[in-house]
């Protein structure tokens, strides 16, 4: 019920971000073995009809989209064609901001990408804005930058009128955790909400 629509796959593409529509016209482009049955939903993605669908009770075409898409999901041709499209619209443009703010930290980075795959690559430059600390590459000190950028994203989402993102501040507060234990270099394990990366 967070407005985005069908949210699929490794990288949890959404339909209304449109990395959805992008990952299934791939697939077709490439021939994935569900493409002709995929082909008749392009429209209702293009329009980001699957946002405007009660999840509680979707209607027929989207369970049929949703059954098609789980299918799908076994074909490497999808799964390549995942990989493509986030590169494309998260992982380069994550990497981008990163290497312009001069982060050299896995942590640093991992906090940029949080932010793009969470709320889109321009939502960077917004937090940016929020506070003065001197990025890396101006001079400033990494770790004291990481640290504001994060109070300020942590301080955007509480402030979001949608009570779903609002709660969405774990992802701030892990990040918090990792920079007081001094997990820089993301060393696992890392136990995250209770999960345990080895």
């Known amino acids: 019920r967070d407005g985005a629509g069908i949210s699929y796959g490794k990288h949890q593409a959404t339909d ?4 959805l529509d992008k990952i299934v016209k791939k697939y077709i482009a490439e021939g994935g073995s569900h493409a002709a049955k995929l082909q008749p939903y392009l429209p209702q993605l293009a329009s980001n009809e699957t946002a405007k669908v009660n999840p509680s009770s979707p209607p027929e075409w989207a369970k049929n989209l949703v059954s098609l898409l789980k299918e799908a999901g076994s074909d ?12 494309e619209n998260y992982w380069d443009p994550a990497t981008k901001h990163a290497d312009q703010i001069g982060l050299k930290t896995a ?9 793009c795959i969470h709320s889109g ?4 430059g917004t ?3 929020a506070f003065p ?3 890396p590459k101006n001079g400033g000190d990494e770790k004291a930058w990481v640290k504001a950028y994060v109070s300020a994203r942590k301080a955007w989402l509480l402030g979001n009128s949608n009570p779903i993102v609002r ?11 990792m ?3 001094g997990n820089w270099d993301l060393n696992t394990p890392i136990s995250v909400r209770g999960v345990k990366i080895p």
């Open 179 to 181: 920079m007081a234990d």
């Open 121 to 124: 690559p321009g939502r960077v």
């Open 107 to 115: 942590l640093g980075y991992a906090v940029i990408y949080d932010t």
């Open 76 to 87: 490497p041709k999808m799964q390549s064609a995942q990989d493509a499209i986030f590169d």
């Open 16 to 19: 209304r971000a449109d990395s």
């Open 133 to 135: 600390e001197k990025s």
């Open 167 to 177: 709660k969405t501040i774990y992802r701030m507060e892990a990040f918090e955790k």
């Open 127 to 129: 937090h940016r804005a």
